[in-house]
Each structure stands twice: as structure tokens, then as C-alpha cells.
């Protein structure tokens, strides 16, 4: 994958996401050798200071990330000449003046870039205003052709817009200026080697499409279960919540991943349309039968890893009798010839017993045991588990008969582990999804459709729990696996929620 000589401007350059994963992230591919002579960032932000404090601060932040591991002087000293800074408010028309300026005063050197590419890493409220700015002021202008040099993208960052309507008005104001094949919607689960995985597993094998479906498939669990509260991001996410901070893109991308059909080709558009086709076909939950397919959870004070830790509404900056969920779990069901009948549950909160990412496709059990005499403390059935984070890797689980004398079942497990047969993961999502958006590859980035698509299956859920009566949060203490209510998902069905 060779990256062009081009020019990463990062609106919003004194932010968190470019602290802690988008600084790192160039700092690495400098690291690698895998930036071109000629690459160019160009941080932006509203504080008043030189070029020299910008790098050092950009130091301070690599050394803090544990993505790069710790900074080494020549690769910094190499990454430090490609970086430059532009002192702006991005509601004002002047800067982006100032920006473009800088960047044509940039672009006469040699080599010449290839094409800009500006990451929107600011908060979405200043969305409207930078699309805006950067196109009148020539920054970041439409280009009909994808084929086209220089070539101009734009990375937006979740959340894209609120709600479906949010999200269409926010693709409309984006395509008054640029075409979609300029737009790349980021969510970087998609970055990350296993879920890209999920991909090549189903469909670089033969032996597991054929059983991939309703006729062996009982369901499907997707958990994304994080250790960490809210952190220092009460502000955003007192206004998000669980839903759409994670299932509206993240929980519903490895759904897709899961559930799609196999594309013609590995490519943006055949992907995509196969991922939009699964989120048209997931059965819209109706007002009045929510509580049956979505249940929420606020966690209360409790114990992580033997230390005690505060309730969601004791943090700084959240409302004492905040209704913020900081956890859900939805059963989905996907109505097409494929999936028909087989539940997709999805569950993903902050402070659960353990940081663990993983998609567990259960089989269903034998038709008939003939292991009558055949001690059997409990049949297991057959289980694929694809773990995203952390000790990625896969595993089959099946029954093996115990060694003795006595016929004895006991489910084992097989099991495939990343780190060992690689040593882990060469690139971290953000690294792989900056190159693919400079190399112009749109498969691992939203489309327009998809990201309304995704809203559509989430909104019935938010605006139910907006509109009903409080809930009677807090309902799980921090380091449980959530509330109770949660298993009446599986009110009538054979499984229950993992404790993977
Ligand atoms: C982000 C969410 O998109 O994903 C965070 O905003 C969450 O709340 C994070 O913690 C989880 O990502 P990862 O890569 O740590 O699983």
C-alpha cells in the first residue's frame, strides 16, 4: 500500500482524539518508513502558540499514548519537519483563509503532494461551519472524478449527526460542497485487524458459509464490554449514552460484518452495499414493544479489578439524576431468507467486569443425543467466538468424550491466537484507516446510505427511552455484567449472555 506525498490537515489538533490515537498514528507510519518525502500535517487549533510549542506538545502526547510505544528521538526529529501549525477559530472565515494559505505556500515545494486530506476532529457541532468554510474558502472543494490529482477527502468523525434526520441534514450540508467519493465516515472498529478479519473468516474459507446460517445458527451475541466509566467525556456523553455512542456504528458495523451476504468484490461499493442491505433488513422495533428487545442499564457505584469506583452520576460533570444509559442490550432480528428466526443480541457498557470485544456465533444443538447412558453435567453447543479485543483471535468450541472408562462429555475448546502466530497487531485501526483514506480505498469507511441505514435501527429505541417514564437508574453496580432485566432477552430462546 504505497501512500502518496499529500497533506493531513487535522482540524482540531489540540483535541483528544488527535492527542491520544491521530498523532500517534502518523508518529508510527513515520516510524515505519511508510509516509512519503513530501507529506505534510498540518495540525489546526485555537491556541496561541508557535510551531516549536505545537511539536513539543504533539511529543508530550505520542509519549503519553501507549499506541507508539515510547518516542524516539530520530523518528521524531523526522516526524517534527513534517509538522506545522495554524493558530484558528474554526467558526471564522479568517482562518481558514490563513489555513489555505499556509497550505499553498506549502504545496509549491517539492515533492508535489497529491492531494489533502482534512480529518474533522472536532466537536460535530462545529461540523456545519467547517464543511462550510473549508469549501468557500477553498480548502476543501468538490471534485466530481475519484480518478482526479490533487485529489481532496475529508474524514468526518462519529458521531455522524443524532438521529436518521440529524444524520440526512448532515449529509446533505456535506454534499452541497463535496462528493461522497471525498467523504469517508470513520468508525475504527473497521480498522481493527480482527474485524477486518470477520471478512476473510467467512469468506476465504469454504467450510463455514455453508453452515452460516439459519439452518445451523441458533444466534448470535456481540459484546463489546469496556472496564473504563465515562472518563473525562461527560460533556459528549451525556448527550450520547451507550446506543449511540457504540451500537449506532460500532455494534451494528460487526452485525453487518456477520450477517452479510459475500460481495462480488472487495470493494467500497460491493461491501457496502451488501452491509447497507443487512441494516434495510433488521426488523424496526415498534413503540410499545421496545422493553422486550432493548433493555438499558446506568451503573452504580462498585468494584473494578478489587478497587472501588464511582457511580455514573458521582462523576465530574454528570448530572446527579442523569438518565444517561451507559449500557444497553437489543435482540435484533434480521428479516431476511438468510437470518430469519435466528436472534442477534448486542451488548456492549462501561465499567463491566472485563474489557473484551468478541462476536459468538452459537450452533444449534445436536437434533437428537444418542448418548443416553453418557454422563453429560451440560450439552454445550458448538460455538464460534471471534475476539476482537483483547488476546484476539478465534475459537471453535465442540464435545469431546473424557478419556476413561465411564462415557463422559465435556465441551473444549480451539482455539487460534493472534499474538502467537504474529506477535499481535502490526498497525492500530486508526493507522490502517488514515492509509486507507490516503490510498482513496472507501471500504472500511460508512457510506451515506449506511450511516442513515444504522440510525433508522436505533432511533425507534432512543426516542422510546426519551419519551417513557425514568429509568430506575442506577440498575447495575460498576464491575457486574450489567442488570438483570438484561437476560429476559432471552425470554423463550436457548442461550444466555457470555461471560467471555
Ligand atoms: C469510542 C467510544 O468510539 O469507542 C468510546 O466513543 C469507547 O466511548 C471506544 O470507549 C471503545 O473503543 P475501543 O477501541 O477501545 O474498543
Redesign the pocket.
Known amino acids: 500500500m504505497k501512500v502518496p506525498p499529500c497533506t493531513v490537515v487535522i482540524l482540531g489538533a489540540e483535541g483528544d482524539l488527535a492527542h491520544r490515537k491521530l498523532m500517534p498514528a502518523l508518529y508510527h507510519l513515520t516510524r515505519d518508513g511508510l509516509l512519503p518525502e513530501g507529506f505534510t500535517i498540518v495540525g489546526v487549533a485555537r491556541r496561541d502558540q508557535g510551531e516549536d510549542r505545537f511539536r513539543q506538545a504533539m511529543k508530550s502526547a505520542i509519549a503519553e499514548s501507549n499506541e507508539a510505544g515510547p518516542v524516539d528521538e530520530e523518528v521524531f526529529a523526522r516526524f517534527a519537519r513534517r509538522l506545522f501549525y495554524v493558530r484558528g477559530d474554526l467558526n471564522d472565515p479568517a482562518s481558514y483563509r490563513a489555513l489555505r494559505q499556509r497550505l499553498e505556500a506549502r504545496e509549491k515545494e517539492e515533492p508535489k503532494p497529491q492531494g489533502r486530506l482534512v480529518y474533522l476532529s472536532v466537536p460535530p457541532s462545529l461540523y456545519p461551519a467547517a464543511v462550510e468554510h473549508l469549501s468557500r474558502e477553498a480548502v476543501a472543494v468538490r471534485v466530481r472524478d475519484p480518478r482526479a490529482t490533487p485529489w481532496v477527502r475529508l474524514i468526518v468523525e462519529?458521531p455522524f449527526g443524532r438521529s436518521r434526520e440529524t444524520a440526512r441534514e448532515l449529509n446533505r450540508l456535506v454534499h452541497e460542497h463535496l462528493s461522497e467519493h471525498q467523504v469517508f465516515r470513520i468508525?475504527?472498529?473497521l480498522g481493527?485487524e480482527t474485524v477486518q478479519n470477520v471478512l476473510v473468516f467467512r469468506f476465504a474459507n469454504s467450510i463455514f458459509e455453508p453452515v452460516w446460517s439459519r439452518q445451523h445458527i441458533d444466534h448470535v451475541q456481540i459484546t463489546?464490554a469496556?472496564t473504563?466509566g465515562?472518563?473525562h467525556?461527560a460533556g459528549?456523553?451525556e448527550e450520547?449514552g451507550a446506543v449511540r455512542?457504540?451500537f449506532q456504528?460500532?455494534l451494528l458495523q460487526l452485525l453487518t460484518l456477520t450477517a452479510m451476504e459475500p460481495p462480488s468484490s472487495f470493494t467500497a461499493d460491493a461491501v457496502r452495499d451488501e452491509k447497507v442491505k443487512v441494516l434495510a433488513s433488521i426488523r424496526r422495533l415498534r413503540e410499545g414493544g421496545i422493553d422486550d428487545h432493548a433493555v438499558r442499564g446506568q451503573y452504580g457505584p462498585g468494584t473494578i479489578d478489587g478497587r472501588p469506583v464511582p457511580g455514573y452520576r458521582q462523576e465530574q460533570g454528570v448530572a446527579p439524576d442523569s438518565q444517561t444509559p451507559t449500557l444497553a442490550a437489543l435482540r435484533l432480528m434480521v428479516d431476511n431468507w438468510r437470518w430469519q428466526g435466528v436472534p442477534f443480541y448486542l451488548r456492549s457498557g462501561?465499567r463491566m467486569p472485563r474489557?473484551v470485544?468478541e462476536i459468538a456465533v452459537q450452533f444449534r444443538c445436536p437434533p437428537h443425543l444418542m448418548f443416553a447412558r453418557a454422563r453429560v453435567p451440560e450439552l454445550a453447543p458448538n460455538l464460534i467466538a471471534m475476539r476482537?479485543?483483547p488476546d484476539e483471535g478465534l475459537s471453535l468450541r465442540f464435545e469431546i468424550k473424557v478419556p476413561g472408562l465411564e462415557l463422559a462429555l465435556k465441551p473444549v475448546d480451539m482455539a487460534f491466537s493472534y499474538a502467537e502466530a504474529f506477535g499481535g497487531a502490526e498497525h492500530s485501526?486508526y493507522e490502517t484507516l488514515l492509509v486507507d483514506c490516503m490510498t482513496g480505498d472507501a471500504t472500511l469507511f460508512a457510506r451515506r446510505d449506511e450511516v442513515e441505514a444504522a440510525w433508522a435501527v436505533v432511533d425507534p429505541i432512543l426516542d422510546a427511552w426519551a419519551a417513557g417514564p425514568p429509568a430506575p437508574f442506577p440498575n447495575y453496580a460498576a464491575g457486574t455484567w450489567g442488570p438483570r432485566e438484561a437476560h429476559k432477552l432471552f425470554a423463550g430462546g436457548a442461550g444466555r449472555w457470555r461471560e467471555p
Do not use: F, G, I, L
Request: hydrophobic fraction near 30%; charged fraction near 40%.
Open positions: 462519529k468508525d475504527h472498529y481493527k463489546a469496556e473504563v465515562v472518563e467525556r459528549y456523553y450520547a455512542d457504540m456504528n460500532h462501561k474489557r470485544s476482537v479485543q485501526a
